[in-house]
Nanobody
């Protein structure tokens, strides 16, 4: 098991930047994958970025070139650097961790609100 706590959300103007943090309650070194999802009002939760234990990354097309996922194993923390923010990036952002040999154990943080004003 793992507990996840997000931070770093807030209100920013379009074109601005934010960095989200996700602190895990245990070592993230061997966690299969960690990632960020977001959910805007009236929309389904969608994957934004993912980072595997092997270092592979994956991004939603809508954020490629603007968002960067990274991790600090010593701090058990995963980050999402968000640049050139757009109003359509407004959502609650959730941290996700995938554990288990079958990659079937998903854990979620409580979410952090990101609001981008035009």
């Amino acid at each position: 098991q793992v507990q996840l706590v997000e931070s770093g959300g807030g209100l920013v103007q379009a074109g601005g930047s934010l960095r989200l943090s996700c602190a895990a309650s245990r070592s993230i070194f061997l966690i299969n994958a960690m990632g960020w999802y977001r959910q805007a009002p009236g929309k389904q939760r969608e994957s934004v970025a993912a980072l595997t234990s092997g270092g592979s990354t994956n991004y939603a097309d809508s954020v490629k070139g603007r968002f960067t996922i990274s991790r600090d194993n010593a701090k058990n923390t995963v980050y999402l650097q968000m640049n050139s923010l757009k109003p359509e990036d407004t959502a609650v952002y959730y941290c996700n961790a995938v554990l288990g040999s079958s990659w079937n154990q998903h854990y979620w943080g409580q979410g952090t609100q990101v609001t981008v004003s035009s």
